[in-house]
């Protein structure tokens, strides 16, 4: 098929607020050895975007400087060297960089199929989230069925996520949001107990449970110190972001003492290889999930690409519940 030259595009002019987002043109990329060239129908809006928009989060040397780390869409061409799909074919799939964007590269092997009775618009909530959900809580936090896990922001879109995966496999799903309506969306998603932690203590609700084996962190700062209260012996402790902070006084006797394990990690630096492997034990292990129904993107607004400020003050607001996507075509 032939391609068009240029393509519209959302930049980051400078580091700042959402403002800073423009609609531009750029040059269609085209498709390196081994990746694939996809024509972006919707794109996922996450924080690590408003981290990059605001400075704080700079993409890989080798990545598009356009923010936008998922995508769905079409396949529009292929690298040499690629076998897996075709052009045509509709994906989801991790992106490097540029997804905010008519068209977008990445490694074909971070591509995954649309699953079985889902819209691209759903599609594209999919990557960033259960990438980062898998290897975190299952491959990196050991979860296991029959224990206790915990997710801090169980209704952003990594914790709509991390419910009902942890749920599917069997653990015991406890979850902390910000009001009583995100506490019913949590459990509605699977949590057995939902805490409100503008009125209840997370850690003493844990400590009655036994004690988290697992907990799931992105929120930092004063919770990390009550994070390790509320472990169990042996328990562990993932950290993926850090909103309010990464930096705090911590008793780590208590780790000692308890056996306590404290791990993190972030998915956009790691390694083209280690992506792969991530998404091949998705396909395996969650995408027959998604095919059977069984588990879904919460799906929370959607902005056409020009507004792509709009979705991100939603992001950053307290009000989202689940995903939020832009809309490309």
Not at 159 to 166: E, K, R
């Amino acid at each position: 098929m032939t391609l068009p030259e240029v393509m519209r595009a959302v930049e980051i002019t400078r580091p700042g607020g959402p403002d800073v987002l423009q609609l531009c043109e750029r040059p269609v990329p085209r498709p390196a050895a081994g990746q694939i060239l996809i024509e972006v129908a919707y794109a996922g809006v996450n924080r690590p975007d408003a981290l990059q928009r605001a400075g704080a989060y700079a993409p890989p040397p080798s990545a598009s400087p356009l923010p936008g780390l998922e995508a769905s869409g079409r396949v529009a061409a292929v690298g040499p060297g690629v076998a897996d799909w075709r052009v045509g074919d509709q994906v989801c799939a991790l992106l490097p960089g540029g997804g905010y964007a008519d068209y977008v590269v990445t490694p074909a092997a971070h591509a995954l199929p649309v699953p079985k009775g889902m819209g691209l618009r759903e599609a594209a909530c999919l990557p960033e989230t259960f990438f980062t959900v898998w290897t975190n809580v299952f491959q990196r936090g050991g979860l296991k069925a029959g224990e206790r896990f915990l997710v801090h922001g169980g209704t952003s879109g990594i914790g709509t996520t991390a419910i009902q995966l942890a749920s599917a496999f069997g653990a015991r799903v406890f979850a902390t949001a910000g009001s009583d309506e995100k506490c019913a969306v949590a459990a509605r998603l699977g949590a057995e107990r939902a805490i409100n932690y503008r009125t209840e203590d997370f850690v003493a609700i844990l400590k009655a449970e036994g004690g988290a084996d697992l907990i799931l962190d992105m929120v930092g700062g004063d919770y990390l110190p009550r994070n390790v209260q509320a472990l169990a012996d042996d328990g562990r402790l993932v950290q993926i972001a850090f909103l309010q902070g990464p930096k705090v006084e911590l008793n780590f006797a208590q780790v000692m003492t308890r056996r306590l394990t404290i791990t993190g990690s972030t998915l956009r630096p790691q390694s083209d290889l280690a992506k792969a492997r991530i998404g091949a034990d998705l396909r395996a292990h969650v995408w027959p999930l998604l095919d059977a129904g069984r588990i879904a993107p919460v799906m929370d607004s959607e902005f056409p690409l020009a507004d792509a400020a709009d979705a991100h003050r939603r992001i950053e607001g307290a009000d989202h519940i689940g995903k939020i996507v832009l809309k490309l075509r």
